[in-house]
């Protein structure tokens, strides 16, 4: 008698929280995206997709090499303040193929890692390495809330509908009162932040860097803003550029949330939320960053190609 193997089990499904841990970037931004959808209807997103034309894939192309090159640019300044040597040609091909890897991945932080542990590992300081990169993606974001803090101190009314509301400043204050007890009581993660706030002096705010690394911040940011206001006009919208500023600036720091993927979903409610307080129509805002996001990924593509290049080579 021939004896029957038994079937083999079927690997146990993810629970609710497993599944949350891994696509929770990715729910959350979906379900931003379907808000707007909600309110706004489908009309925003056809707009936005029938504004993308040949002529302004090319501009966001050529936005996309200026804004790109000034960040391998800044993280070479980063990188050699901390001693890692860094070639500029290498540097950008590396931010390109992760700024690819942004667009296209949950947290919009990954193809970053990506290129911090490439780095690390071909000068053999890995988690130095991470550290460049941190710095040098904190040298944009500090320069972004700097020019924001200074637009909303010029027009205060501008921002009057993106405020957050007393209960999200508590939770606010909540997590960073947390954060700060962490690091202060879990020995292992003060010495992480105590290293990184050293390399930050040598790496970032020294003389030599600092000038370099935050004018190079604000011609990338300025060619992002001019991305958005390119996409704006894509739609048909002849706001003033004033009047968009405020705006522009509030979704471009809601791309940088880790939500959603390519910064679809807090982008497009922060910008339909922007265009309202500004006294222009919500659809135009939800539009214009639908366009927005669509040439930003555009601007990405030779990203894609230094990607499958070095696939090739490593097939090969």
């Known amino acids: 008698m021939t004896a029957v193997a038994p079937a083999p089990a079927a690997p146990p499904r993810p629970g609710g929280r497993a599944l949350l841990r891994r696509h929770g970037s990715v729910i959350g931004g979906v379900a931003v995206l379907a808000v707007v959808a909600w309110q706004l209807g489908a009309g925003p997103l056809l707009d936005g997709l029938r504004a993308v034309d040949p002529t302004v894939v090319v501009v966001a192309l050529a936005v996309g090499l200026l804004t790109t090159g000034c960040n391998a640019a800044r993280w070479r300044l980063v990188a050699g303040g901390l001693e890692l040597p860094l070639r500029l040609r290498p540097a950008l091909a590396h931010c390109y193929q992760a700024t690819f890897l942004n667009t296209v991945l949950p947290t919009g932080v990954l193809g ?11 000068v053999g300081a890995v988690a130095r390495s991470a550290r460049a990169v941190a710095l040098e993606r904190f040298a944009g974001q500090i320069l972004l809330v700097v020019v924001g803090l200074t637009v909303l101190l010029a027009q205060p009314d501008a921002f009057s509908v993106l405020l957050p509301g007393p209960v999200a400043v508590g939770v606010a204050g909540t997590v ?7 690091v202060r009581c879990v020995p292992p993660l003060r010495s992480a932040v105590a290293t990184l706030l050293a390399d930050a002096r040598t790496g970032l705010f020294s003389a030599r860097v600092w000038p370099g690394a935050f004018g190079l911040s604000t011609i990338a940011l300025a060619g992002n803003v001019t991305l958005f206001v390119v996409a704006t006009r894509a739609i048909g919208s002849d706001a003033r550029v004033t009047q968009l500023l405020p705006v522009v600036l509030v979704a471009l720091f809601a791309t940088g949330l880790p939500v959603g993927i390519g910064g679809f979903g807090p982008r497009d409610a922060a910008a339909a939320l922007g265009f309202c307080a500004a006294g222009l129509p ?28 070095r696939r090739g080579r490593a097939v090969g």
């Open 176 to 182: 960073v009162v947390a954060g700060a007890v962490a």
């Open 112 to 122: 970053d890692v990506g290129r911090a542990v490439g780095h690390g590992r071909a």
């Open 282 to 309: 919500a659809a135009d805002g939800a539009s214009a960053s639908i366009v927005y996001g669509l040439l930003t990924f555009a601007s990405t593509i030779p990203g894609a190609v230094v990607l499958a290049a």
